[in-house]
């Protein structure tokens, strides 16, 4: 019987820097979801299309609170392109890969209600993320596979648009270390459940944003991430779920070599999901999420739109 395993080895969107204490840079946050721990479909070359839109009407403080400027309202789109390799080279029980992401931020709208004078974004192409991956194959159950995994090396390179006086960029002018472990559980043939688990290492960003004055360099804090979905197959073809992710900030910022207390992230997120596949090579996927508890960045809903194609 054949069985769909699904690859969702991700990409990240934008993150407000410079307002308030918006720190750390582009993550993944929900852009994965159902069926994250494997291929769909063997080696080969693999294109995935990303529609991401991210609505705020509240830039969160570190108590949760507002930042208190008349106007809060963020709204971006993004387009992210993926492009993921899993080759034929075996190492033990997996297979070798290299994934590519590139994000860029097609609309951004900002108003802070003050004419722009404390916030300003701009749109362009967000920085590009590299990551060598190990694939292990299914452990399979006498109706199909039971557990699959994947663990990748990303690396973010400070190659997307980035302008010391916005406070909102599309790049973050510092590299960052992102590995993740990515798995797929199968309770039954129908009913499985995703995690993908990052940790967040962040090098030094030698020309901050307007927001940290004549600061020289800043480093954002170290972080832990992770997306979380659970679905159900009604058809051979639909499949729906829940998903969600979070993150949360576990060491100060740094600025000019000194930590600064009172900037750490957190948020967390949950909604819908679906799945709908055309064929073992076509798969398309709708996730919504809706931001629960968040500090230090903006407090919001996002919508996403998820294609992906095995030549």
């Known amino acids: 019987m054949k069985k769909r395993l699904m690859c969702v080895c991700g990409a990240g969107l934008l993150v407000a820097q410079g307002a308030q204490a918006y720190d750390l840079p582009v993550v993944n946050l929900g852009l994965t979801s159902f069926l994250d721990g494997g291929l769909p479909a063997g080696p080969g070359w693999y294109l995935q299309e990303y529609f991401q839109n991210y609505s705020a009407s509240r830039l ?25 390799y899993l080759s034929d080279l075996r190492l033990g029980n ?26 300003r974004g701009q ?12 694939q292990f194959d299914p452990i399979m159950g006498p109706e199909g596979p ?3 995994h994947r663990i990748e090396l990303q690396v973010n390179l400070p190659t997307g648009e980035y302008d010391s006086d916005r406070d909102i960029n ?31 290492y962040n090098g030094k960003n030698d020309d901050p944003t307007r927001g940290f004055g004549d600061a020289s360099d800043i480093q954002a804090g170290q972080a832990l991430h992770a997306n979380l ?24 910022t740094e600025v000019d070599g000194h930590d600064v207390s009172g900037r750490r992230e957190k948020v967390w997120a949950i909604g819908p999901g ?11 996927f709708v ?14 809903s996002r919508v996403q739109v998820r294609y992906v194609h095995h030549f």
């Open 60 to 84: 969160r403080d570190k108590d949760g609170d507002d930042i208190g400027l008349p106007r809060q309202d963020l709204d971006y789109q993004v387009a992210v392109t993926q492009l993921s």
């Open 94 to 119: 997996a297979s070798l890969g290299l994934n590519a992401v590139l994000p860029l931020v097609t609309r951004m709208k900002v108003d802070d209600g003050l004419d722009n004078a404390a916030l």
């Open 123 to 134: 749109t362009g192409m967000g920085d590009l993320l590299i990551g060598p991956f190990i």
């Open 146 to 148: 039971r557990f699959v």
């Open 170 to 200: 599309p790049g973050n002018n510092a590299w960052s270390f992102n590995p993740y472990w990515a798995a797929t559980y199968w309770f039954t043939p129908k009913w499985t459940a995703s995690i993908r688990a990052h940790y967040l």
């Open 229 to 252: 979905a659970t679905e159900y197959a009604l058809t051979d073809k639909l499949r729906l779920g829940i998903n969600g992710y979070w993150l949360k900030q576990f060491t100060d």
């Open 274 to 284: 679906a799945m709908y596949s055309f064929s073992q090579d076509d798969h398309l």
């Open 287 to 300: 996730n919504a999420y809706f931001e629960q508890e968040v500090e230090n960045r903006p407090d919001g």
